[in-house]
Nanobody, 120 residues
Framework: QVQLVESGGGLVQPGGPLRLSCEAS????????MGWYRQAPGKQREMVAT???????NYGDSVKGRFTISRANGKNTVYRQMNGLKPEDTAVYHC??????????????WGQGTQVTASS
């Protein structure tokens, strides 16, 4: 029903830019928030960036000043521009969406994950 499709991951040089995209499709009554999380080997999953339906943006401390998140107006799509990639940014990145159904219940959805590798 509801799916999150991520794209844009891959192997890039440290310091380079990378843009990740996440498109939500399916039956979505009300999108509340979308964002990116990542998990590197041996580490816990951490929040990278989120944006809610009011345009409020939160960035993880580790990426402040380097990453930006945006949402296509009127579309269930979020983008994350990654600049100044560091080797420690290497991780599996997952798109997350919080959607509200007609009953008012909010649910979390996760994308399949896309690998981002910053290495020379």
């Amino acid at each position: 029903q509801v799916q999150l499709v991520e794209s844009g991951g891959g192997l890039v040089q440290p310091g380079g830019p990378l843009r990740l995209s996440c498109e939500a499709s399916g039956s979505i009554f009300r999108l509340r928030a979308m964002g990116w999380y990542r998990q590197a080997p041996g580490k816990q999953r951490e929040m990278v960036a989120t944006i809610d339906d009011s345009g409020n943006i939160n960035y993880g401390d580790s990426v402040k000043g380097r990453f930006t998140i945006s949402r296509a107006n009127g579309k269930n799509t979020v983008y994350r521009q990654m600049n100044g990639l560091k080797p420690e940014d290497t991780a599996v990145y997952h798109c997350n969406m919080v959607a509200q159904g007609v009953s008012g219940l909010r649910s979390n959805y996760w994308g399949q994950g896309t690998q981002v590798t910053a290495s020379s």
